[in-house]
Structures are given as structure tokens and as C-alpha cells.
T-cell receptor
């Protein structure tokens, strides 16, 4: 079974609008971390936001927020007030804290911001 | 945030030659480093995990003798692609985890684009 599932290969959003990128995960480890990374065309993986499985509050970092629904095993990324520079690939990832060091990456969502 | 560098950022080589890619943690000691490869429009695939001073752990399907990984110090890991072939052309990314143990601290290098002719 896939550890991380991103069902949206591509998304479009109007500049200044908000967009939600979906991510669901699968784990039996009660202790895990969820990550979102942005990868522009240059290839660099840019860390955006982190949510720990025991965190009570949804994580927020500037225009990025993570909609963490533990029972549904979803960790959607919300980008508010989209900017042209937000156009990139976005990867959701998970690390199981008790079972090893490995990061599991989703297949990514390509976001295009339309002026 | 912490900085991880990779060198070279891109390399073109002839088939049959070996290529070495360096990954350095610039402002922290990386107890664990990871090597990934990424094909165009695909996700990152973990190749191996290396801990300083010990042998790397390779993922299933990754040839140990072809992709040599050395993690000789707490700030440097190298990936050597031996006898490279065109199918090895890919984007190789390293990441490093520090000694803090904080689960959200894993930093990625900028990647190395390898083209084998």
C-alpha cells in the first residue's frame, strides 16, 4: 500500500486565491511526522511546513497551513493568497518516527498560478 | 535553516566513466545522510541511507556496487556512480539529518543533474 497518496497530478489557481493540495497517508506507527516540500523547476527541495502526529494544533507557516485530520489520515496543504512564484511541484512526505529514518514521498502535485 | 550543499550541480559524462557527487552539511553535523534519485516529473526515490562511519543501507533494487556511498565524516557524504550508462541519467538529491533528533529537521541539498552520453 502507498504510504503517501497525492491524488492531484496538476492544479491551477488564480493569483491571490487560496488553493488546497491533498495528501493522505497510511501508517500504523502512532508517532510520525508529516512534511510538505516545494520543488521549483530548479530542482531544490524547499521545506514548507511540518506537522507532528501528536501536535494538537494545525501547523501554520506564513501563507502555508496544514489541515491535519488525524482520523481521516489526511494532511492537506492550504496556500493562501497564491502568488506567481508559488508555481512549482509540491510533495507531501511522511517519516515514521519509531520504525526508521526513511522519508516516504507522494507522487507530487504540479501547481500553476494563473495571473 | 541549515544548509546542505551538493557538488557538482550538474555533470555530463561519457558512458562507462565514473562520477562522484559530494553532499556537505555546511553548518551542522549530519549523523545520517540520504541519497535520492528523481526522474523527470516523478517523485523522489530513496536509494540509500548512510550513517557516519558505517556502511550504507541500500534500498531494494539499488545496486551497491554501482552506486558507492561513503559517509566518511559528519559533514560529508559522497555518491559515486560507477561505469555510468545513459539509464543512470537522473537528478540526484541528498538530504541530511542533524544530531538534534528533532523529527522535522531534515535538510535537502540542491540536487545534481547527471547526464550520461
Amino acid at each position: 500500500a502507498q504510504k503517501i497518496t497525492q491524488t492531484q497530478p496538476g492544479m491551477f489557481v488564480q493569483e491571490k486565491e487560496a488553493v488546497t493540495l491533498d495528501c493522505t497517508y497510511d501508517t500504523s506507527d502512532p508517532s510520525y511526522g508529516l512534511f510538505w516540500y516545494k520543488q521549483p523547476s530548479s530542482g531544490e527541495m524547499i521545506f514548507l511546513i511540518y506537522q507532528g502526529s501528536y501536535d494538537q494544533q494545525n501547523a501554520t507557516e506564513g501563507r502555508y497551513s496544514l489541515n491535519f485530520q488525524k482520523a481521516r489520515k489526511s494532511a492537506n496543504l492550504v496556500i493562501s493568497a497564491s502568488q506567481l512564484g508559488d508555481s512549482a511541484m509540491y510533495f507531501c512526505a511522511m517519516r515514521e518516527l519509531n520504525t526508521g529514518n526513511q522519508f516516504y514521498f507522494g507522487t507530487g502535485t504540479s501547481l500553476t498560478v494563473i495571473p | 535553516g541549515a544548509v546542505v550543499s551538493q557538488h557538482p550541480s550538474w555533470v555530463i559524462c561519457k558512458s562507462g566513466t565514473s562520477v562522484k557527487i559530494e553532499c556537505r552539511s555546511l553548518d551542522f553535523q549530519a549523523t545520517t545522510m540520504f541519497w535520492y534519485r528523481q526522474f523527470p516529473k516523478q517523485s523522489l526515490m530513496l536509494m540509500a541511507t548512510s550513517n557516519e562511519g558505517s556502511k550504507a543501507t541500500y534500498e531494494q533494487g539499488v545496486e551497491k556496487d554501482k552506486f558507492l556511498i561513503n559517509h566518511a565524516s559528519l559533514t560529508l557524504s559522497t555518491l559515486t556512480v560507477t561505469s555510468a550508462h545513459p539509464e543512470d541519467s537522473s537528478f540526484y538529491i541528498c538530504s541530511a539529518r542533524g544530531e538534534s533528533g528533532r523529527p522535522n529537521e531534515q535538510f535537502f541539498g540542491p540536487g545534481t543533474r547527471l547526464t550520461v552520453l
